[in-house]
């Protein structure tokens, strides 16, 4: 049995194209292309039509992917079951994260990590898009919010507040708001996914305020950065806040009101056996996440 090219054809399939799988491989486009090339003669079929706006499965290509698919998932299995077995996990962990998560809290969890097993490395990808984990090869994503796909895994880490903060600069500036009322003279840095018109609970009350907010921002450590350089008030992950509080930095503002709480998840692909490098970071956060979060 000859295996060679075949991880490389179902990547290119995943991916839709033979750049993006080079990618994601980490070889040149070139080498992806002959790999596909010389599986198919080996083979004696086309798997792939080639055409200048995208690459299309033959028939006998559709039956072949979700053969290979099938067989690559149970080689998988069968690394993952046997690495359990191994004293102490090994390899490279890639771990896609927003960028507030990587500019505060995962930096102090992955070197605690990586003293502990110091076989392991981690790749870390910060961006706010939400990545294809098996079309990307990323091990582990950790993500805020409800997952929508469900082909995926999910265990929450924990329930992340959020809290109101400024600058002492611009409280001097601009006052100290204390209520809701107040709430609607200031200016607000607002993160792009939330709707001008922000809604807090105070006393099981529920207050609306239509904020005026002259910076949008796509990026949650942007908007600390903005607040911190007194431009408005910033609502952040109240971990965020007090890391800057201590700093003196910043200050929360109305604390009586609350604007709620976002779930934090470790999200991965579904798998028979879970890798012990997976296993032994997820279990490493949970253990160390209540010094960090505080």
Known sequence: MNLDGIDVFVKVIQLGSFTAAAKAL????TTVSSKVAYLENRLGVTLIQRTTRKLQLTQ?????????????EEIEAGENE???????????????????LGHTILPELIRGYLQQYPKMNIELILTPRVVDLIGEGIDLAIRY???????????KITDVDFSLWASPEY???????????????????RFTAWSPTLKFSHDKEIIEVATSAKIVVDDLSTVKEFAVGGD???????????????HKHLVQVASGLSWGTVP????????????????????WVEKNKMKIFD
């Open 26 to 29: 980490r070889m040149p486009t």
């Open 171 to 189: 409280i001097k500036k601009y006052g100290m708001p204390k209520n809701g009322r107040d709430l609607k003279k200031h200016t607000i840095i």
């Open 60 to 72: 006998a290509g559709t039956v072949f992917f979700k053969r290979c698919v099938v067989a690559l």
């Open 145 to 155: 919010g409800q997952l929508k796909d469900s082909s995926l895994m999910a265990k």
């Open 264 to 283: 934090l998840s470790f999200v991965y692909p579904p798998q028979r056996f879970v890798s012990l490098k997976l296993q032994s970071f997820i279990s």
């Open 232 to 246: 408005g008030i910033g609502i952040l992950p109240s971990f965020m806040g007090k890391r800057e509080a201590k």
């Open 82 to 100: 046997l690495s359990i077995g191994k004293a102490e996990p090994e390899g490279t962990l890639k771990i896609s994260t927003v960028a507030e």
